[in-house]
């Protein structure tokens, strides 16, 4: 059974930092491009980044470019998000994915490419 178990969410203050992290089982995860997106409230699920099987290449939403760094380690199994600046507007739950398409195909952003999701990490970001 596959599972995509996400952390390290919480509260944190505008300016703050914070790293998620998403632990994979059930599957070879360096078989699989991962991503991460998220849904603020009232709002439908977003982009916010994605990483090669390798960890070669990333992807990043414009809003994120720049504050946030996706990275895996295929040994632990694990996916990270670093998440630096952080803004108001970056309060969401957020989620990570995993994906047996190629992030060269141009449709990464898109939630119908990755096949298995976490359940969620809240992040709230204060002013």
């Known amino acids: 059974q596959v599972q995509l178990v996400e952390s390290g969410g919480g509260l944190v203050q505008a300016g703050g930092s914070l790293r998620l992290s998403c632990a994979a089982s059930?599957?070879?995860?360096?078989?699989?491009?991962m991503g991460w997106f998220r849904q603020a409230p009232g709002k439908e699920r977003e982009f916010v980044a994605a990483v090669t099987w390798s960890g070669g290449h990333s992807v990043y939403a414009d809003s994120v470019k720049g504050r946030f760094t996706i990275s895996r380690d295929n040994a632990k199994d694990t996916v990270y998000l670093q998440m630096n600046s952080l803004k108001p507007e970056d309060t969401a739950v957020y989620y990570c994915?995993?994906?047996?398409?190629?992030?060269?195909?141009?449709?990464?952003?898109?939630?119908?490419?990755?096949?298995?999701w976490g359940q969620g990490t809240q992040v709230t970001v204060s002013s």
């Open positions: 059930g599957l070879t995860l360096s078989s699989y491009a």
């Open positions: 994915a995993a994906s047996t398409r190629t992030l060269y195909s141009g449709r990464y952003y898109l939630e119908d490419e990755y096949d298995y």
